[in-house]
């Protein structure tokens, strides 16, 4: 069986559009969202409604989160004063911009979806707010993929398409003090391979190139292939300015970049 | 050689503190330093006595302090403070009459001092925290999972995490660990690297007020790296103490 899965398409829906003809095209059996529908983007009403109509399981993302419960997250989201600016424009123009369907929608998204021994989250199992890197230390990485249950998690959030495999893992625990009841025991060697992938943006990729992203997995064989589709960018970009949408979002998609945006510390957690 | 000594759980629990504060007067260490891993107050007639005696040690006593805990927490949600102003996990725990009462025990002015409290500490190569970094809530025992342990501890790149959530004494150690890891990206083939870790421990606190009669803690080397647990008996409950 053949699953492709999409992240992030960012109220693009020419890059949406465009992966969904490349999946036409590659016998896919069954596609998963993890979510982050709307933001940053100018359609975020007819990206939703294409999802809805597809019917397509998804996760809720953060911009998703962010216009169900409003804006709350710390201020350290933002590197700068001036990319808390922009931020915040966009998240007010899409807040204004979705209707109220669209919102209920986005408000009845599950955190997690799991299928066998697949999982599917926006960030992580913890958090749609945190980014799991392809340099995340390899202990939290596999911490991750293990409290899912799962063997491999899809994930999100970085806009930056991997296959990460987590294997020949061993930890020992020893109870020191007399007093100490005898720990559980180590997870080793893992029963299984365990795998992150993740699945990189559909509408807003930073891989440094303006191409949509996603992932094909093949249940049977357990490949992972990563796709990059090209197309016209520039309309997106072209209605990112149009709308009043801060202009740095159509330069950076144009650039497949996350130029001046970039946090100093991706992998702190958001206090909410 | 001085010692850390690091408490947590005393849950406005006066006759409690009291006992740990004469016991450490007892210890043949010199104490340098005392900490309070949060729950200093909970639904307990005494926590306003409690609170105004940590913050005003007697004369040659140390200056506790002090960071959040699970408790602290419910305070900040009835108060109109916190992240759950339905307070439904306090609700949860204890049920209506144990909101009434941690309503009763703390007073809005010693919640307002409770705000400025830190979420925990951090000292040479040490987490000093109620939870974990994760939060109040986290209740880490010698029952979690190995990889979530070492997932507390790098979270904050410390060495040795103690913690007071739980209420137990407990010293873990993970001596050695290893994960193989391959990434493949759009434009690199795959590399593989293999990542180590070795020497982390998790302290269990113990609870100073929990038990009725019977207060833990624990006294920590940050020279020697040396832990022991204290238990205090107290009140009409038992006589004596010493280490266990």
């Not at chain 2, 010693?110 to 109040?136: A, K, M, N, P, Y």
């Not at chain 2, 979690?144 to 007071?164: I, S």
């Amino acid at each position: 069986m053949n699953i492709a899965v999409l992240s992030c398409i960012h109220s693009n829906l020419a890059a949406l559009e465009a992966v969904l003809r490349d999946i036409d095209q590659q016998s896919v059996d069954q596609i998963y969202c993890l979510g982050d529908l709307v933001g940053y983007g100018p359609y975020p009403n007819e990206v939703v409604a294409r999802i809805r109509e597809l019917d397509i399981p998804t996760c809720q993302g953060c911009w998703d989160e962010d216009i169900v419960d409003g804006l709350n997250a710390c201020d350290c989201s933002y590197p700068s004063l001036l990319a808390e600016t922009r931020g915040h424009l966009a998240h007010e123009w899409t807040n204004r911009e979705v209707t109220p369907e669209t919102r209920a929608y986005l408000a009845s998204l599950p955190l997690t979806l799991q299928q066998d021994n697949l999982c599917f989250v926006h960030g992580s199992p913890h958090s749609q707010h945190e980014y799991l890197l392809p340099d995340t230390s390899a202990f939290i990485a596999l911490e991750r993929v293990l409290a899912t249950g799962a063997d491999t998690l899809f994930c999100g959030h970085t806009h930056v398409p991997y296959v990460r495999n987590l294997e020949n893992s061993h930890l020992t625990l020893t109870a020191v003090h007399p007093a100490t009841p005898s720990p559980s025991h180590s997870p080793t060697p893992l029963s299984s391979l365990k795998r992150i992938i993740n699945a990189g943006s559909v509408g807003e990729p930073r891989h440094g190139r303006p191409h949509a992203t996603y992932v094909i997995y093949d249940t049977d064989s357990q490949q992972a292939q990563l796709r990059e589709v090209e197309y016209d960018y520039t309309q997106t970009c072209a209605a990112i300015r149009e709308k009043g949408l801060p202009a740095i979002f159509a330069w950076r998609l144009s650039q497949g970049l996350e130029y001046a945006e970039k946090a100093d510390d991706p992998t702190h957690v958001c206090e909410r | 050689m001085t010692h850390w000594a690091i408490l947590s759980g005393i849950n406005g629990n006066l006759s409690a503190y009291e006992a740990v504060l004469a016991d450490l007067k007892r210890v043949r260490y010199q104490v340098e330093a005392l900490y309070i891993l949060g729950d200093l107050v909970g639904p307990h007639p005494h926590c306003e006595t409690l609170v105004h005696r940590v913050r005003q040690p007697h004369r040659g006593e140390l200056e506790p302090q002090v960071c959040l805990g699970w408790w602290e927490e419910q305070c900040f949600n009835l108060h109109g403070m916190g992240s759950d102003p339905e307070a439904t996990e306090l609700l949860k725990q204890a049920g209506p009459d144990g909101v009434e009462q941690l309503w009763k025990s703390v007073s809005r002015q010693t919640v307002q001092w409770l705000r400025s409290l830190d979420f925990g500490f951090f000292e040479f190569d040490c987490l000093l925290i109620h939870g974990s970094t994760v939060g109040c809530h986290d209740v880490l025992t010698p029952e979690t999972p190995p990889m979530q342990l070492l997932d507390r501890l790098l979270r904050a790149d410390a060495n040795t995490l103690f913690c007071g959530r739980s209420g137990l004494t407990f010293h873990l150690q993970i001596p050695a660990g290893a994960v193989t890891s391959t990434v493949t990206t759009l434009d690199a083939p795959a590399q593989t690297m293999t990542q180590t870790v070795s020497d982390r421990q998790i302290v269990g606190v113990g609870s100073v007020g929990k038990e009725p009669g019977k207060a833990t803690y624990t006294l920590y080397s940050p020279y020697t790296n040396a832990v022991s647990f204290r238990t205090v008996r107290y009140g009409n409950q038992g006589k004596g103490f010493g280490a266990i």
